[in-house]
């Protein structure tokens, strides 16, 4: 048997143990290195040098976490220009004909806007309070208040504002916003009025 083998092997040996390799191909000397716990060799951090992206992910998790980002970003954005654009939001009372409680398209506009300005304030509730003129008895306009209420609920429940954020209650004729007689008088207290809370 050949003894110079025998000699180069185990040379080769020690000299392989005593270097390590790290993933982008850079030698790492154990030089003066320290024992771990378990008697083996550890290197310290800084000899270790990280991929170039510094996150270990691939450029395809990359990119979806920047487009995800980006998205966080315009969402913001987004819900800044709606609080500007709201900053100013009055509630305003809505209007009926003479006995309906339906709602006219100017009552519409009014409850979209306020479902915008509530979806932005999410922590704020509202009372929608029901009203009626002076004409006919107080238990019919009590209901017909109640009705008026329940109308505009329901719609802004169709906008997707939570019914427990959403309050209703009629005051019938009892609380008039302007007193006299006559159709311009009557027509300004048939309404449903909105308190935040």
């Known amino acids: 048997m050949n003894y110079r083998g025998l000699i180069l092997i185990p040379a080769l040996i020690i000299a392989i143990s005593g270097c390590a390799t790290s993933k982008n191909g850079k030698v790492i000397s154990d030089g003066a290195s320290s024992k771990d716990t378990e008697g083996g060799i550890s290197s310290s951090l800084e000899d270790v040098e990280v991929s170039s992206s510094g996150s270990g992910l691939t450029p395809e998790e990359q990119r979806r976490i920047e487009e ?29 004909a003479y006995d309906r409680a339906d709602l006219t398209s100017e009552a519409r506009e009014t ?15 509202i009372r929608i309070e029901g009203h009626a003129d002076e ?17 505009a609920k329901r719609y802004l429940g169709g906008l997707d504002v939570g019914e427990t954020r959403l309050s209703t209650i009629s005051f ?18 048939r309404r449903v009025h909105f308190e935040a809370r």
């Open 68 to 96: 995800e980002e980006l998205e966080a970003e315009r969402q913001r954005l987004s819900e800044d220009q709606a609080r500007a654009d709201l900053a100013g939001f009055k509630l305003e009372d809505i209007f009926f």
């Open 172 to 189: 019938g004729e009892e609380m008039p916003i302007k007193n006299g007689q006559g159709e311009a008088v009557w027509a300004e207290n």
């Open 111 to 125: 409850l979209d806007g306020l479902a915008r300005w509530l979806e932005i304030n999410s922590d704020i509730n």
């Open 135 to 151: 004409r006919g008895s107080s238990e019919y306009n009590l209901a017909l208040g109640a009705r008026r209420a329940e109308t």
